[in-house]
C-alpha cells in the first residue's frame, strides 16, 4: 500500500490561553482531517490526559516532552536562554533538526518569532522577519505586511514587505499577479509620511505589480492583494478591526435578539465577528523571513483554528513559500538597500 | 423686546458633494433651531434659488457673495493665491475681519485648513493646526487627534495633540479631568514605536491625565477620553472605521433581507452606519490650534450632517474652546519643545 508523503509538524500544545485541551483537540482534529503527522511539544502527562479523551488511535501523533512554557509578555530573549526547554524552544528545535517541517504555536508572539529567528535563523538580507496575514477577514485573500513585528521601519523594510507579501500571494494563493499597493492616507501618488514616499520609489524597483496608495476605507474591499506598512501602523489596523467586529457583533446581539430567530442572530453575528476577528478564527500565520515554516497563532485560538493553523503550516510547506521568499528578498535586498534614499544623498 | 445673543456663523455653502442644496438646506434647519445668525457665503443666485425652496422668511440668514470654489485636491496654498473670492477664502475672511464668530465649510479640508492658517493665523508655539474627533462613533465622546494633518510627527507634536485633546474634552463635553492616552501597539509602558516613547515622556510633563497607551481594539470602548496619535495612523484609523462600518453595514443590508421587517432593517444598518461614519454622520470638527473657529466636515455631509456642524460651530464659540486652547497650547510648547528629547541628548 503506498501513502502520500505526510507533512511533519511540530506544535506547541503548551501555548494559547486555552492549552492543553484545546490544542490538543485542535491537532486530533487536524490529524483526522489527513495529510499531517503531529509532533506534540509539551507535558507528557497532561498532553497524553487530553489525548486520552479523544479516539486518537491509530492517527499519525506523538508526543514530545517539554518543561514549562514562555509567557506572553516576557522578554523572549531572556526566555531563550534561561528556559532552553520551554514548550516553543523546544518545537522550534524539532524543526532545526529536521524531525518536522514546520511548527505551530498559539503561545507568545515574541517567544515563537523569537525562536524562529535564534534557532532556524533570519534570512540573509533583510534586517528582521515579518508578520503579515489577511487581518481584514472582508479581503480573505489579502495580506497586510507587517502587523506587529517592525514598529519604526526604514524604508528598505517596507520594500521588503512588498516583496514578502507577493511571494506569499503567489504561493500560498496561487494569485498569478498580486497586486500590491501602499497603505496611505490618500490614493494619489505622493501622499504619505517621508518612510512611505521614498519606499514607494524602492518598491518600483524590486520588481513587484505596484498599483499605488490604498487607504483605511479600502481595506475591506480587496483593492489590492498585498497591502504594505509598519508594524505599528498594521497592529493599529489588526487589532481595530477585531475591536470594531466585536462591538459590532455584541451591538447586533442586544438589538436583534427577539427580532431575529436564535439561528438567524448566531449565524449573523458570528459571520461579523469571523470576518473581523480573523487571526482568532483563521488561526495564524507564518513568520516570514526565517529559514523555516513557523506559524504563530491568536492566544485566544480554539480547536477549530488550531486545527486551521495546522493546515496553513501544511500549505505553507507543500507550497513552497519558504525558499522562494528566501531566495527573493535575498535578491532584493540588494537592490533596495544600495539604494540612495533622499537622507544618505542629503549627507554627501 | 430682548433677544439672547445669536452666535454668528459663517458657512461656506458652495464647499461639499452636495453644494449648495444641502448646505443650504441645512444652513435652514440651524437656523430655524435657533441661537445662530447666519451669512451664507456663495455664489449669490444659486443661494437664493435655494433659499426660495424653504420657508426662511424672517430668519436670521444673510447672504455674502463669493465666486468659484476651491476643488477637492487642488494645492491649497495656491488656490489662496489665486482664488482670493472663493467661497471657503471669503468666509474665513469674514471671521477675520469680525463679522461673524465661526466659519463651516463642507468642502476640501486641506483649502479650509489652508484658509484657517493663514487669514486666522496659527497659534503660537505649535508648528501646524491639527484635526481631531470621535471619529469611532462607538466611543462618541472620545477624540482622536490628530486624524491626517501632522503626518510625520515628532515627539513635541503628539505632546500638543494631547493638550489639545484635553482642552477639548473639558470645554466641548464639560469632562471635569479627561483620560488621556497614547495609541499604541500594546497596553505595556514602553511598548511602541520611537515617536511614541519620547512623546509619552513629554505628555507626562504637560500636566494632562495621562493614563498609558490604548490598543486599537480598545478605541470603539471608550478607554480614554483623548487618543494621542500621529496623523499617519489616525487617519487610517478614521477611514478604516468608515470602511468597515459600510462593509458591514451593506453585509447586514444583504443578509437580513426578508428575515427583519424594513423597518427594523433599515434602524440597525443606520446605526451601525453612523456610529461608524462619524464625520459623515455628526457633521464636522474644528481645526485646532488656529486663532479662531473653524469647522471642516465631510464632503458626503447631507442636511441634517451641516446642521449638527453649524450647532458644533456654535458650541465651539459659547464655550470658548479656542481662547483656553491657544492659551494652553502656547505654554506647554515652552515645556514640551525645551525638553532635550533621546536624540538631542545623544548629539551632546
Redesign the interface.
Known amino acids: 500500500m503506498t501513502q502520500a508523503k505526510l507533512t511533519r509538524i511540530a506544535v506547541d500544545v503548551m501555548g494559547g490561553d486555552f492549552a492543553p485541551a484545546e490544542t490538543v483537540t485542535g491537532a486530533v482534529l487536524a490529524a483526522r482531517k489527513g495529510g499531517v503527522q503531529l509532533a506534540l511539544v509539551g507535558d507528557p502527562a497532561r498532553v497524553n490526559d487530553e489525548l486520552a479523551k479523544h479516539d486518537a488511535k491509530g492517527l499519525p501523533i506523538m508526543v514530545v516532552p517539554s518543561e514549562g512554557i514562555v509567557q506572553e509578555?516576557e522578554p523572549p530573549a531572556l526566555a531563550l536562554r534561561q528556559k532552553p526547554k520551554a514548550s516553543i524552544i523546544v518545537a522550534t528545535g524539532v524543526v532545526k533538526q529536521g524531525m518536522a517541517d514546520a511548527v505551530v504555536s498559539m503561545g507568545s508572539t515574541g517567544a515563537a518569532m523569537a525562536a524562529a529567528a535564534v534557532i532556524m535563523g533570519v534570512i540573509e538580507g533583510i534586517e528582521r522577519p515579518c508578520l503579515g496575514g489577511p487581518v481584514?477577514g472582508?479581503s480573505p485573500k489579502m495580506i497586510i505586511v507587517d502587523v506587529?513585528t517592525s514598529?519604526?521601519c526604514r524604508p528598505h523594510q517596507l520594500a521588503s514587505f512588498a516583496v514578502t507579501g507577493d511571494v506569499f500571494a503567489r504561493r500560498f494563493w496561487g494569485i498569478e499577479r498580486p497586486r500590491v499597493a501602499m497603505?496611505?492616507?490618500g490614493a494619489?501618488a505622493g501622499k504619505?509620511?517621508?518612510a512611505?514616499k521614498e519606499a514607494t520609489e524602492l518598491i518600483k524597483k524590486t520588481g513587484v505589480h505596484f498599483i499605488g496608495n490604498v487607504?483605511?476605507?479600502?481595506?475591506?474591499?480587496g483593492k489590492a492583494d498585498v497591502v504594505v506598512?509598519?508594524?505599528?501602523?498594521g497592529?493599529?489596523?489588526?487589532?481595530?478591526?477585531?475591536?470594531?467586529?466585536?462591538?459590532?457583533s455584541d451591538?447586533?446581539k442586544e438589538?436583534?435578539s427577539g427580532?431575529?430567530d436564535a439561528a438567524?442572530l448566531d449565524?449573523?453575528v458570528e459571520?461579523?465577528y469571523n470576518?473581523?476577528n480573523t487571526v482568532e478564527s483563521y488561526g495564524g500565520g507564518p513568520i516570514l523571513g526565517v529559514n523555516g515554516v513557523s506559524i504563530v497563532g491568536h492566544g485566544r485560538a480554539k480547536a477549530d483554528a488550531i486545527a486551521r493553523a495546522i493546515g496553513t503550516a501544511k500549505h505553507c510547506v507543500d507550497t513552497n513559500l519558504i525558499p522562494e521568499l528566501n531566495q527573493r528578498l535575498s535578491a532584493v535586498s540588494k537592490v533596495t538597500m544600495a539604494a540612495p534614499t533622499p537622507e544618505k544623498v542629503e549627507k554627501k
Open positions: 509578555g481584514v472582508f506587529g514598529v519604526d497603505l496611505s492616507v494619489e504619505g509620511n517621508k512611505v487607504e483605511g476605507n479600502d481595506l475591506p474591499y506598512c509598519d508594524g505599528f501602523v497592529n493599529v489596523v489588526m487589532k481595530l478591526t477585531e475591536g470594531l467586529g466585536t462591538t459590532i451591538l447586533l438589538r436583534l427580532k431575529l438567524g449565524e449573523i459571520e461579523v470576518r473581523t
